[in-house]
């Protein structure tokens, strides 16, 4: 496959094209761990350090498109994150975690990627630090797994080394140091390269939903019931979808609880009586055993996380099934539908939209056109 961001590269050429290339100019950094400048000084040396490097000389050229992006994009959101303490100190806590959201929709809206080289590009922006703190932090085996479920780790190791190259500091041969920890840590827990295989679906369910969990444990399975969630923003064809592939099972729908009240989506005040209702109701299925679909956006992270312990708690399956269309249909989609959502109320979800993760279910589906 044959993606590029942009052709050309100089930064001239981003700087022109892009308005959050441009910002970067304006964002400073902690002098301690960033004496060269901004963040637009220190994400050209980063590119630099990059491109030199031997290792990337042998990458694809997929490949080299996918890092180089996400050396771009690693740093994008300080412009939002970054808090000035004083005598040189900012600190820009969160910068990784709303740049992969930034990333997202920098990709899908604006230049257009392959849903699964946006995806591998937005999860290297969130882990660029990954490498550096892992072994530093509790459960530093869990992280490392559940990062390699989403993200190549040559790919992110490659980008953290250039992230610290591509900087002045006095403390370079100490992170280049754990940068090559990190590589013997995912050799030693076999996810170097490749994501972390489980024995079963259920088995790697278990273990990232279970505190202090065996990874090699394969619990027994025996559910009561298959609960189908569909997740995916408004507008994306989630009815169509239940429609389409002949699932002969009841729905629980949110929507269809406020059309039946007369509520408007928008309606805030009465979001949470509206959840309650739908849970209510999908727990007279589960308490029968019976297989069914929750039909909602289900957008966050969050918000799947609640309904998934609560289906689980009654001994079911989750299958999450995330529906997503090109932008442009997207967006013609919603204006079609019968009870349409401002674009402002569009522009808000997609700017929060957390794509659900292997690690979330006991299944999950991407039907992505």
């Known amino acids: 496959m044959d993606w590029k961001l942009i052709e050309d590269k100089s930064w001239s050429s981003l ?33 630099e350090v990059l491109q030199q490097s031997a290792v990337y000389q042998y ?121 090559e920890l990190f590589e013997i840590f995912c050799r030693e827990q076999d996810c170097w390269n490749k994501p972390r295989e489980f024995a079963t679906d259920y088995a790697r369910f278990h273990y990232f939903h279970t505190e202090g969990g065996y990874i090699d444990y394969i619990p027994h399975e025996q559910f009561k019931c298959e609960v189908t969630m569909l997740s995916g923003l408004p507008g994306m064809g989630k009815d169509y979808y239940i429609q389409s592939s002949g699932m002969d099972m009841p729905v629980v729908s949110l929507d269809a609880i406020r059309r039946k009240h007369k509520l408007s989506p928008t309606d805030k005040s009465a979001n949470g009586w509206v959840v309650q209702t739908a849970k209510e109701e999908a727990r007279t299925y589960l308490r029968k055993g019976q297989d069914f679909v929750w039909n909602a956006t289900n957008i966050t992270r969050q918000m799947r996380a609640q309904l998934i312990d609560l289906f689980v708690d009654y001994g079911a ?26 674009e402002s109320v569009l522009d808000k979800m997609l700017d929060k939209l957390e794509v659900p993760l292997l690690t979330e279910a006991h299944e999950v589906v991407y039907h992505v056109v």
């Open 15 to 47: 700087e022109r094209q892009f308005e959050w290339v441009r910002e970067m100019n304006t964002v400073p950094q902690d002098t301690r761990y960033h004496a060269e400048g901004n963040v637009a000084i220190h994400t050209r040396m980063v590119l």
């Open 59 to 179: 990458l694809s050229v997929l490949e080299k498109e996918i890092v180089w992006t996400a050396a771009l994009l690693h740093d994008v959101e300080k412009r939002s994150t970054s808090v000035d303490e004083g005598e040189g100190r900012v600190s820009a806590k969160g910068h990784a975690r709303k740049g992969e959201y930034t990333a997202r929709t920098i990709l899908y809206r604006d230049c257009t990627a392959p849903f699964h080289i946006r995806e591998q590009i937005a999860s290297l922006v969130r882990y660029h630090g990954l490498p550096i703190w892992l072994m530093e932090k509790p459960d530093s085996v869990k992280k490392l797994c559940e990062a390699s479920l989403r993200v190549d780790t040559s790919l992110l190791k490659m980008l953290s080394e250039a992230d610290v190259r591509g900087r002045i500091c006095d403390d370079k041969k100490e992170l280049l140091e754990a940068v």
């Open 317 to 342: 399956k989750v299958k999450i099934v995330y529906l997503e269309q090109p932008y442009h249909i997207w967006r013609q989609q919603n204006k079609n539908r019968e009870y349409a959502l401002p």
